[in-house]
């Protein structure tokens, strides 16, 4: 991932240097786990352990000659080790694959501690706004046009509930991905005691997997891919919410704006909805990941690395931009401005039409059949004021009186005041807001 959506934490996560960090820790429990059982000498140890991880210009320079990524850095390692010659107990009975799944494991659970921890976050943002705006009235829209009446808050609750379920999908992943494997050549152990493996399990916190034949079966960070990429588009649906409330014709919603922001190189006018339009755009990076890490669970007999150059793209990828996609979100979500006077305003914009599906029940009410007779009338005079403007009470009852070849039908004005009121619309969402105030 590049520099400009790659925050501190996460970058670290994925760099060169913490990697060796991470393959010096798990090659250092090995030593340390074959001392105790006495495979190797007890005093091979300490030097390994005090040996600083080499540094990543150090592996690179080897491996432009080995051709091998795990021998570099054997090798780089070997030479920062005092004495040299206790390196050579490094590795014993390993085989690659058994310090890069184990390694990996670890960067996962790390960065997805970190989505995790911005998930919260997130929640609580969008939780907090919701219940901030459960009296706001707007419009609903259905296809993008005017449906009834609805409030702000129920809207974002869907939001906080659909990113609380991410995040619960997501801790879920992490128990997919916390598996390592010291196995040993096609994982039959044949070179080391199943015993290390469980030993080095317990010291970092994985979980040795059931079965590994060299390497891990893909399909826990295909689980994982997949969570992340539904945490983003989670992301964008918000992100979407903001960008058509914030079009000039409905200027209901608008991103944080700064002091010094420019909108265009052009149009000094302009508040684009940038953040909300980098969302988006960031969401299909982290979903185009999914297909390439599913298509590392197939691989030749126990084991090849078709899987590998994927995976160093792919997983730091996903990663760095849902771990910055979360920050975008929370400060949007965080800076957003709401206008509560032109929701009203686009609420009642189309003269009552808002109200038909309650006018048509009333009709019903009323004794009327619903479909050969209460349904037409009513759409007959909505038609009216699509075309006209007129308002849909004064079309209503223009058709109502000449309803039934114009014998009429007489409009109880009291009960349309009533059924045409907004707030009656969401006076039974208080159970929603209840449970969305318990959400943590």
């Given amino acids: 991932m590049i520099e400009r959506y790659t925050l501190p934490e996460m970058g670290r996560v994925w760099s060169d240097a913490h990697k060796y960090e991470l393959w010096c820790k798990v090659e250092t429990l090995v030593v340390e786990a074959h001392a105790a059982a006495g495979t190797i000498p007890a005093?091979?140890?300490?030097?390994v352990r005090n040996a600083p991880p080499p540094t990543p210009e150090a592996v690179h320079e080897i491996e432009a000659v080995t051709q091998h990524d795990v021998i570099a850095f054997l090798s780089a390692w070997a030479d920062n080790t005092e004495p040299r010659e206790a390196a050579r107990y490094v590795h014993f009975g390993m085989t690659s694959s058994d310090l890069l799944d184990t390694a990996l494991a670890l960067q996962l659970v790390e960065a997805t501690d970190i989505l995790l921890a911005k998930a919260d976050t997130l929640i609580a943002t969008l939780r907090d706004h919701a219940l901030e705006h459960r009296a706001t009235l707007r419009v609903g829209r259905?296809?993008?046009i005017h449906a009834e009446p609805?409030?702000?808050?129920h809207r974002v609750a869907d939001f906080a509930f659909g990113m609380a379920r991410s995040r619960d999908r997501l801790r879920r992943a992490r128990e997919a991905v916390g598996v390592m494997a010291i196995s040993g050549a096609v994982g039959t152990y044949s070179n080391i005691d199943p015993a290390i493996e469980r030993q080095v399990a317990e010291r970092?916190?994985?979980?040795p997997a059931d079965v590994s034949t060299q390497v891990v079966l893909r399909d826990g960070i295909a689980e994982w891919a997949s969570a992340?990429?539904?945490m983003a588009t989670v992301c964008e649906a918000i992100a979407l919410e903001v960008r058509h409330g914030q079009r000039t014709e409905v200027r209901e919603l608008w991103e944080p704006f700064g002091k010094g922001q420019k909108g265009s190189s052009a149009m000094p006018h302009k508040k684009n909805p940038i953040i909300s339009e980098r969302l988006a755009g960031l969401a299909r990076v982290v979903r185009a990941q999914i297909v390439p890490v599913l298509e590392g669970i197939p691989l030749w007999h126990e084991r090849d690395i078709s899987h590998s150059s994927t995976e160093r793209i792919a997983l730091p990828d996903a990663s760095i931009a849902l771990d910055y996609m979360l920050h975008l979100t929370n400060?949007?979500?965080s800076g957003l401005v709401v206008d509560a006077d032109r929701m009203r305003a686009n609420l009642e914009s189309t003269g009552g039409l808002i109200y038909t599906s309650t006018v048509l029940l009333e009709l019903v009410k009323m004794g009327m059949s619903r479909d050969d007779e209460a349904y037409p009338l009513v759409q007959k005079a909505a038609m009216e004021t699509w075309q006209t403007g007129v308002p849909f009470r004064e079309t209503l009852r223009k058709h109502a009186a000449a309803w039934n070849?114009?014998?009429g039908l007489a409009l109880d004005e009291a009960r349309l005041d009533e059924v045409c009121r907004p707030e009656r619309f969401v006076e039974r969402?208080?159970?929603v807001f209840d449970r969305l105030a318990e959400l943590t």
Wanted: glycine fraction near 18%.
């Fill in 331 to 333: 400060r949007l979500m």
């Fill in 228 to 230: 992340l990429a539904i």
């Fill in 150 to 153: 609805d409030v702000w808050g």
């Fill in 405 to 407: 070849d114009g014998a």
């Fill in 429 to 431: 969402l208080g159970p």
């Fill in 43 to 47: 005093e091979v140890v300490e030097p």
């Fill in 204 to 207: 970092l916190g994985l979980r």
């Fill in 142 to 144: 259905t296809h993008g």
